[in-house]
Protein backbone atom coordinates (compact mmCIF):
# COMPACT_ATOMS: atom_id res chain seq x y z
CA UNK A 1 0.00 0.00 0.00
CA UNK A 2 2.43 2.38 0.87
CA UNK A 3 4.79 1.76 -2.33
CA UNK A 4 1.48 2.71 -3.96
CA UNK A 5 0.91 5.63 -2.49
CA UNK A 6 4.40 6.07 -2.98
CA UNK A 7 3.65 5.38 -7.41
CA UNK A 8 0.51 7.68 -6.85
CA UNK A 9 3.13 10.70 -5.64
CA UNK A 10 5.80 10.43 -7.80
CA UNK A 11 3.28 10.13 -10.99
CA UNK A 12 1.71 13.27 -9.52
CA UNK A 13 4.70 15.52 -9.24
CA UNK A 14 5.83 13.98 -12.29
CA UNK A 15 2.81 15.88 -14.32
CA UNK A 16 3.13 18.51 -12.17
CA UNK A 17 6.43 19.15 -13.70
CA UNK A 18 5.51 18.93 -17.33
CA UNK A 19 2.70 21.09 -16.58
CA UNK A 20 4.48 23.77 -15.33
CA UNK A 21 7.50 23.37 -18.08
CA UNK A 22 5.01 23.80 -21.13
CA UNK A 23 3.18 26.91 -19.62
CA UNK A 24 6.98 28.46 -18.98
CA UNK A 25 7.50 27.58 -22.49
CA UNK A 26 4.40 29.13 -23.55
CA UNK A 27 5.44 32.68 -21.40
CA UNK A 28 8.96 32.28 -22.69
CA UNK A 29 7.01 32.43 -26.71
CA UNK A 30 4.52 35.34 -25.70
CA UNK A 31 7.27 37.74 -23.96
CA UNK A 32 10.02 37.17 -26.75
CA UNK A 33 10.23 40.90 -28.47
CA UNK A 34 8.74 41.13 -31.70
CA UNK A 35 9.28 43.83 -34.40
CA UNK A 36 7.28 47.09 -33.83
CA UNK A 37 7.11 48.66 -37.21
CA UNK A 38 7.91 47.34 -40.31
CA UNK A 39 10.24 44.28 -41.27
CA UNK A 40 13.91 43.91 -39.71
CA UNK A 41 15.54 41.98 -42.40
CA UNK A 42 16.76 44.07 -45.67
CA UNK A 43 17.84 42.42 -49.01
CA UNK A 44 20.99 41.78 -49.78
CA UNK A 45 22.56 43.35 -52.75
CA UNK A 46 23.44 41.52 -55.57
CA UNK A 47 25.25 42.79 -58.74
CA UNK A 48 25.98 46.56 -58.51
CA UNK A 49 27.74 48.41 -61.15
CA UNK A 50 30.34 50.80 -60.46
CA UNK A 51 31.61 53.55 -62.29
CA UNK A 52 33.85 56.55 -62.44
CA UNK A 53 37.19 57.56 -60.45
CA UNK A 54 36.40 61.58 -59.90
CA UNK A 55 39.04 63.95 -58.21
CA UNK A 56 35.72 66.57 -57.80
CA UNK A 57 32.81 65.40 -56.27
CA UNK A 58 30.97 67.61 -58.43
CA UNK A 59 31.41 65.32 -60.79
CA UNK A 60 30.46 62.39 -59.21
CA UNK A 61 27.48 63.70 -58.20
CA UNK A 62 26.70 64.97 -62.34
CA UNK A 63 27.01 61.26 -63.22
CA UNK A 64 24.82 59.99 -60.08
CA UNK A 65 22.16 62.80 -61.18
CA UNK A 66 22.19 61.60 -64.78
CA UNK A 67 21.94 58.13 -63.81
CA UNK A 68 19.02 58.60 -61.33
CA UNK A 69 17.08 59.64 -64.23
CA UNK A 70 16.98 55.86 -65.54
CA UNK A 71 15.69 55.18 -62.35
CA UNK A 72 18.96 53.43 -61.15
CA UNK A 73 18.95 54.54 -57.32
CA UNK A 74 22.90 55.86 -57.88
CA UNK A 75 25.28 57.36 -55.09
CA UNK A 76 28.55 58.25 -54.92
CA UNK A 77 30.94 57.85 -52.18
CA UNK A 78 34.60 58.35 -50.98
CA UNK A 79 36.41 55.49 -52.93
CA UNK A 80 39.50 56.90 -51.22
CA UNK A 81 40.93 60.08 -49.81
CA UNK A 82 40.66 62.91 -52.55
CA UNK A 83 38.93 60.00 -55.33
CA UNK A 84 34.85 59.89 -55.42
CA UNK A 85 32.82 56.63 -57.58
CA UNK A 86 30.18 56.15 -58.41
CA UNK A 87 27.01 52.92 -58.02
CA UNK A 88 23.75 51.95 -59.00
CA UNK A 89 21.41 49.60 -59.76
CA UNK A 90 21.02 46.23 -58.18
CA UNK A 91 20.60 43.35 -60.34
CA UNK A 92 19.71 39.39 -59.68
CA UNK A 93 22.19 38.09 -62.71
CA UNK A 94 26.22 39.47 -63.49
CA UNK A 95 24.89 39.22 -66.59
CA UNK A 96 22.02 41.51 -66.37
CA UNK A 97 24.43 43.55 -65.07
CA UNK A 98 26.66 43.96 -67.41
CA UNK A 99 23.78 44.47 -70.24
CA UNK A 100 22.97 47.50 -68.73
CA UNK A 101 26.42 48.49 -68.39
CA UNK A 102 27.28 47.83 -71.86
CA UNK A 103 24.03 50.22 -72.45
CA UNK A 104 25.36 53.06 -70.70
CA UNK A 105 28.45 52.73 -71.75
CA UNK A 106 27.39 52.63 -75.63
CA UNK A 107 25.61 55.82 -74.83
CA UNK A 108 28.47 57.63 -73.06
CA UNK A 109 26.50 58.30 -69.85
CA UNK A 110 29.76 55.87 -68.25
CA UNK A 111 33.36 55.66 -69.44
CA UNK A 112 33.97 52.67 -67.44
CA UNK A 113 32.14 49.90 -64.97
CA UNK A 114 33.41 47.28 -62.85
CA UNK A 115 30.47 44.86 -61.15
CA UNK A 116 30.53 44.57 -57.53
CA UNK A 117 29.83 40.83 -56.61
CA UNK A 118 27.45 40.10 -53.52
CA UNK A 119 30.54 38.63 -51.91
CA UNK A 120 32.03 42.08 -52.02
CA UNK A 121 30.32 43.43 -49.80
CA UNK A 122 30.90 43.63 -46.01
CA UNK A 123 27.38 42.01 -45.98
CA UNK A 124 28.33 38.57 -47.08
CA UNK A 125 31.58 39.08 -44.08
CA UNK A 126 29.34 39.77 -41.30
CA UNK A 127 28.52 35.57 -40.98
CA UNK A 128 31.82 34.93 -40.54
CA UNK A 129 32.72 38.03 -38.30
CA UNK A 130 29.56 38.49 -36.50
CA UNK A 131 27.39 41.45 -36.17
CA UNK A 132 29.50 43.80 -33.82
CA UNK A 133 32.12 43.55 -37.32
CA UNK A 134 29.27 44.46 -39.54
CA UNK A 135 28.26 47.45 -37.27
CA UNK A 136 31.72 49.09 -37.08
CA UNK A 137 31.96 48.61 -40.62
CA UNK A 138 28.91 50.61 -41.40
CA UNK A 139 30.02 53.22 -39.16
CA UNK A 140 32.96 53.55 -40.68
CA UNK A 141 31.65 53.85 -44.23
CA UNK A 142 29.44 56.72 -42.78
CA UNK A 143 32.56 58.28 -41.68
CA UNK A 144 34.58 58.06 -44.65
CA UNK A 145 31.69 60.87 -45.66
CA UNK A 146 32.43 63.59 -42.98
CA UNK A 147 33.62 67.08 -44.77
CA UNK A 148 31.28 65.62 -48.28
CA UNK A 149 29.19 68.10 -49.67
CA UNK A 150 26.33 65.50 -49.94
CA UNK A 151 23.78 66.00 -52.56
CA UNK A 152 21.39 63.53 -53.90
CA UNK A 153 20.81 63.73 -57.84
CA UNK A 154 22.59 66.67 -58.44
CA UNK A 155 25.28 69.03 -57.86
CA UNK A 156 23.55 72.30 -57.82
CA UNK A 157 24.04 73.81 -54.11
CA UNK A 158 20.33 75.06 -54.20
CA UNK A 159 19.21 71.56 -54.82
CA UNK A 160 20.27 70.45 -50.98
CA UNK A 161 21.73 67.57 -49.26
CA UNK A 162 19.57 64.62 -49.06
CA UNK A 163 19.86 63.00 -45.51
CA UNK A 164 18.59 59.61 -46.47
CA UNK A 165 20.60 59.11 -49.53
CA UNK A 166 23.35 59.36 -47.55
CA UNK A 167 22.14 56.55 -45.41
CA UNK A 168 21.07 54.38 -48.12
CA UNK A 169 24.60 54.52 -49.46
CA UNK A 170 26.29 53.68 -46.39
CA UNK A 171 24.11 50.57 -46.46
CA UNK A 172 24.32 49.74 -49.63
CA UNK A 173 28.30 49.93 -50.02
CA UNK A 174 27.74 47.49 -47.30
CA UNK A 175 25.49 45.10 -49.28
CA UNK A 176 21.86 45.63 -48.20
CA UNK A 177 18.97 47.06 -49.42
CA UNK A 178 17.94 49.46 -47.75
CA UNK A 179 15.24 51.96 -49.13
CA UNK A 180 15.68 55.54 -50.55
CA UNK A 181 13.40 57.76 -48.22
CA UNK A 182 13.56 58.86 -44.84
CA UNK A 183 9.83 57.98 -44.44
CA UNK A 184 10.40 54.68 -45.96
CA UNK A 185 13.56 53.64 -44.08
CA UNK A 186 11.82 54.79 -40.75
CA UNK A 187 8.34 52.36 -41.61
CA UNK A 188 11.03 49.67 -42.07
CA UNK A 189 13.02 47.32 -39.20
CA UNK A 190 12.67 47.22 -35.69
CA UNK A 191 11.70 50.17 -33.13
CA UNK A 192 14.92 50.57 -30.72
CA UNK A 193 15.00 52.94 -27.30
CA UNK A 194 17.28 55.74 -27.13
CA UNK A 195 19.62 54.04 -24.67
CA UNK A 196 19.54 50.43 -26.90
CA UNK A 197 21.44 52.22 -29.88
CA UNK A 198 24.53 50.74 -31.81
CA UNK A 199 26.62 51.46 -34.44
CA UNK A 200 24.59 51.27 -37.55
CA UNK A 201 21.30 52.07 -36.44
CA UNK A 202 19.40 54.82 -37.85
CA UNK A 203 18.12 58.04 -36.02
CA UNK A 204 14.77 60.33 -37.09
CA UNK A 205 14.09 63.76 -36.45
CA UNK A 206 11.28 66.07 -37.67
CA UNK A 207 12.63 69.60 -38.69
CA UNK A 208 10.15 70.08 -41.51
CA UNK A 209 7.81 72.07 -38.55
CA UNK A 210 5.49 69.43 -39.40
CA UNK A 211 5.93 66.96 -36.65
CA UNK A 212 6.81 64.19 -39.58
CA UNK A 213 9.81 62.09 -40.04
CA UNK A 214 11.91 64.27 -42.45
CA UNK A 215 15.17 63.92 -41.31
CA UNK A 216 18.08 60.80 -40.69
CA UNK A 217 21.25 60.05 -39.73
CA UNK A 218 23.27 56.98 -38.57
CA UNK A 219 24.17 56.15 -35.22
CA UNK A 220 28.25 55.34 -34.61
CA UNK A 221 28.50 55.47 -31.08
CA UNK A 222 29.11 57.53 -27.99
CA UNK A 223 25.78 59.40 -28.21
CA UNK A 224 26.63 60.64 -31.76
CA UNK A 225 25.36 60.28 -35.16
CA UNK A 226 26.24 61.16 -38.91
CA UNK A 227 24.24 62.82 -41.07
CA UNK A 228 23.86 65.46 -43.94
CA UNK A 229 22.55 68.23 -42.16
CA UNK A 230 21.21 70.94 -44.92
CA UNK A 231 21.54 72.96 -47.49
CA UNK A 232 25.12 74.39 -47.94
CA UNK A 233 26.72 72.48 -45.77
CA UNK A 234 28.45 69.04 -45.61
CA UNK A 235 28.40 65.63 -44.09
CA UNK A 236 29.17 66.02 -40.35
CA UNK A 237 29.16 64.38 -36.73
CA UNK A 238 26.54 65.74 -34.18
CA UNK A 239 25.43 64.49 -31.01
CA UNK A 240 22.05 63.38 -29.90
CA UNK A 241 22.18 66.08 -26.69
CA UNK A 242 22.02 68.75 -29.02
CA UNK A 243 19.25 71.07 -27.75
CA UNK A 244 18.13 71.40 -31.46
CA UNK A 245 17.90 67.73 -32.41
CA UNK A 246 17.12 66.29 -29.00
CA UNK A 247 14.08 68.68 -29.17
CA UNK A 248 13.18 66.62 -32.75
CA UNK A 249 13.87 63.40 -32.02
CA UNK A 250 11.14 61.20 -33.11
CA UNK A 251 12.76 57.84 -32.68
CA UNK A 252 15.37 55.03 -33.83
CA UNK A 253 15.06 52.07 -35.89
CA UNK A 254 17.51 48.61 -35.87
CA UNK A 255 17.84 46.66 -39.72
CA UNK A 256 20.04 43.87 -38.04
Same mark, same amino acid.
Given at each position: ????????????????????????????????????? #??? =?????? +????? %? !??? /?? @???????????????????????? #??? =?????? +????? %? !??? /?? @???????????????????????????????????????????????????????????????????????????????????????????????????????????????????????????????????????????????????????????
Amino acid at each position: MLMAQNARRLSSFIISCILVAMLCACAGHVTRPSPTS #GTI =KLQRMA +FTIQA %G !AFS /KV @ENAARLTADLNNYDLNAYYFVYKR #GLY =KVRFGD +FSTKE %G !ARQ /KA @EQLLTTGIIQDYYIVRPEDYNASKERIYGETYFRDELAKTAESFIGVPYQWGGASPQRGFDCSGLTMAVYRLNGLSLPRTSGAQYSTGLSVKKEGLEKGDLVFFAISGKGAVSHVGIYVGENKFIHAPGSGKRVRRDTLSNGYYKKRYRGARTYL
